[in-house]
T-cell receptor
Framework: QKEVEQNSGPLSVPEGAIASLNCTYS??????FFWYRQYSGKSPELIMS????GDKEDGRFTAQLNKASQYVSLLIRDSQPSDSATYLC??????????????FGKGTKLTVNP | GAVVSQHPSRVICKSGTSVKIECRSL??????MFWYRQFPKQSLMLMAT?????????EQGVEKDKFLINHASLTLSTLTVTSAHPEDSSFYIC???????????FGSGTQLSVL
């Protein structure tokens, strides 16, 4: 099992719809979870971070975390064409030296159609 | 938000040459910096974790002698790709954070093309 798994997509939704992105992870000890957005040829930019079970809302974005199911999701309401990008799920885990590192999923490519 | 500056943004070099990439945290002190590599349509793969003043911790399968990392100050880390070959062509991205558990701030990335 991969450490962080995402459906690579592509996921296509019409403008104004809700886009739902899912992610599962294997390390039960993970404590920090992040969603990044990456446009082609650019570096990732942070969209949401979530640390405890439940929902966290920020504008049109809602992150959901269920540690028992080892599942984290991102909902994008009122999707806009500018939301079209690859969304990366990232999960923290301990590095070999005992420090923390982020492990990224492969990303889900989202296309919002006008 | 915090700014991480990465330079150069693009490098084209001949096989066998060495390339140095710089990563600077402009408005905060980064105790830890991370170097990632991303091949087309793939995820970010962590290469190494760099702590200021100590040796970098490399991920399994990453050659320490080929990818030299220096983190001499709290605001600067460098990655040197020594004797680059075409298979090293990739998008290299640095990131930095202040403390464990906090979010990462990413540099703008360096697209390396080795001919």
């Amino acid at each position: 099992q991969k450490e962080v798994e995402q459906n690579s997509g592509p996921l296509s939704v019409p403008e104004g719809a809700i886009a739902s992105l899912n992610c599962t992870y294997s390390d039960r000890g993970s404590q920090s979870f992040f969603w990044y957005r990456q446009y082609s040829g650019k570096s990732p930019e942070l969209i949401m971070s979530i640390y405890s079970n439940g929902d966290k809302e920020d504008g049109r974005f809602t992150a959901q975390l269920n540690k028992a199911s080892q599942y984290v999701s991102l909902l994008i309401r009122d999707s806009q064409p500018s939301d079209s990008a690859t969304y990366l799920c990232a999960v923290s885990r301990l590095n070999q030296g005992g420090s923390e590192k982020l492990v990224f999923g492969k990303g889900t490519k989202l296309t919002v159609n006008p | 938000g915090a700014v991480v500056s990465q330079h150069p943004s693009r490098v084209i070099c001949k096989s066998g040459t060495s390339v140095k990439i710089e990563c600077r945290s402009l408005d905060f002190q980064a105790t830890t910096m991370f170097w990632y590599r991303q091949f087309p349509k793939q995820s970010l793969m962590l290469m190494a974790t760099s702590n200021e003043g100590s040796k970098a911790t490399y991920e399994q399968g990453v050659e320490k002698d080929k990818f030299l990392i220096n983190h001499a100050s709290l605001t600067l880390s460098t990655l040197t790709v020594t004797s680059a070959h075409p298979e090293d062509s990739s998008f290299y991205i640095c990131s930095a954070r202040v403390r464990v558990g906090e979010k990462l701030f990413f540099g703008s990335g360096t697209q390396l093309s080795v001919l």
